[in-house]
């Protein structure tokens, strides 16, 4: 079966403007997490959602948000981008238990 | 505070010769640990998980309660073994996955 897409796989975006990232799950899958992840700090949950509501979130400003689709489908939007927000965005599906998740291929996101 | 230790960074071994990557956690309940791999070019996967306690490409991990620990370990290196290791904890009512800071295995 189709494993986790992520898309786009790379994005160069300006200061101060907003991006959406987009996740789709592998078939089946209701729980969506999204994680930034960057040499320094390694990988930081950013959010999860199951059944189209955020079950978790994690310790980031109201500037990174996300939704999630009937079809299990999520996206993240980082608005009023900053220089540190460039990172390898991943996401990771599951069926139930969060532990066991299916990462994507990540988006790369640069703010220049 | 629910945290995950990963204590080197790096760590260099010699085909053939033992491993022990370390992963230490610090959770007063009951813990759900997992190893991840992460080769060159390829995407985050799961290695094992430590209620299974199964054998994948010869890894092993034990959960040590008494001293939080669930280290990764195989008898025998191998060249296509170099990859970034991430220990896991899935902990706390909220059931949020908490990551080490990984190693990165070279053989």
């Known amino acids: 079966k189709a494993g986790v897409t992520q898309t786009p796989r790379y994005l160069i975006k300006t200061r101060g403007q907003q991006v959406t990232l987009s996740c789709s799950p592998i078939s089946g899958h209701r729980s969506v997490s999204w994680y930034q992840q960057t040499p320094g700090q390694g990988l930081q949950f950013l959010f999860e959602y199951f059944s189209e509501t955020q079950r978790n979130k994690g310790n980031f400003p109201g500037r990174f948000s996300g939704r999630q689709f009937s079809n299990s489908r999520s996206e993240m939007n980082v608005s009023t981008l900053e220089l540190g927000d460039s990172a390898l965005y991943l996401c990771?599906?599951?069926?139930?238990?969060?532990?066991?998740?299916?990462f994507g291929q990540g988006t790369r996101l640069t703010v220049v | 505070a629910q945290r995950v230790t990963q204590p080197e960074k790096l760590l260099s071994v010699f085909k053939g010769a033992p491993v022990e990557l370390k992963c230490n956690y610090s959770y007063s309940g009951s813990p759900e640990l997992f190893w991840y791999v992460q080769y060159s070019r390829q995407r985050l996967q799961l290695l094992l998980r430590h209620i299974s306690r199964e054998s994948i490409k010869g890894f092993t991990a034990d959960l040590n309660k008494g001293e939080t620990s669930f280290h990764l370990k195989k008898p025998f290196a191998q060249e296509e073994d170099s990859a970034m290791y991430y220990c896991?904890?899935?902990?706390?009512?909220?059931?949020?996955?908490?990551w080490g800071l990984g190693t990165s295995l070279a053989v």
């Open positions: 990771a599906s599951s069926l139930g238990s969060q532990g066991e998740a299916f």
């Open positions: 896991a904890l899935h902990a706390g009512n909220n059931r949020k996955l908490i």
